[in-house]
């Protein structure tokens, strides 16, 4: 009997480690943007989906330019881990533009996220270099970015004990964003974090 319950119990924590290892992948959207400036005072808006192994989310951007280098963001979203129960997520950021003559445009990312669910409290963020440019077809720009992610996560073992322990992760994204008219982008994006995603949405600019 004592055998069962701990066989119990250690298949309902591994089960939920899994699920909290998934969850840095659909906080918020990707990168889903450019590294090239922007004009003050323009604001942009995202509504995408990110989808992982185990995991689904949606979530929509609100995106101002502070300079014509500097734009900060915020997302809301939804997301539903593996065990079914979706929970509102958030995160926020911002993208300096270097000023540098090279052939590709060349930006700094910083965001920062928190979700909190029934089984998990994460919180977090990444540091990227973003590399961005326009592609021989007209409208079209391929962008990628490499960096690190920090987490911490709090995660429920059982109903009264819980784990906490901070994770480094490289971060790296690839994606393509192609303008369908002159104020709507339509994207789609593959990265990895602990775990492979892509993600996929329009922009509004």
């Known amino acids: 009997m004592m055998a069962k319950r701990w066989m119990a119990g250690t298949g309902v924590g591994l089960a939920l480690a899994w699920n909290s290892c998934v969850l840095a992948q659909g906080v918020g959207l990707q990168v889903a943007d450019t590294a090239d400036n922007r004009t003050a005072g323009e604001t942009e808006f995202t509504l995408g989906t990110v989808l992982a192994t185990h995991m689904a989310s949606t979530a929509g951007r609100a995106q101002v330019s502070v300079q014509d280098n500097f734009r900060v963001f915020a997302d809301l979203g939804w997301s539903d881990p593996d065990t079914g129960r979706g929970n509102l997520a958030a995160q926020v950021g911002g993208l300096y533009a270097l000023d540098l003559d090279l052939v590709s ?66 971060a790296v ?7 369908l008219t002159a104020h709507v982008s339509a994207y789609v994006e593959a990265s990895h974090v602990d775990e492979g995603m892509i993600g996929f949405g329009v922009k509004y600019r």
Do not use: K
């Open 173 to 179: 994204t690839i994606g393509a964003l192609y303008r």
């Open 105 to 170: 445009d060349l930006g700094i990312r910083l965001a920062g996220y928190y979700v909190d669910t029934d089984t998990v409290n994460l919180m977090g963020g990444d540091l990227m270099l973003l590399s961005s440019g326009e592609l021989l077809l007209d409208g079209l720009f391929l962008y990628g970015g490499l960096g690190v992610d920090v987490a911490d996560r709090e995660t429920a073992i059982s109903l009264t004990e819980s784990s906490d322990h901070t994770e480094i992760n490289p």
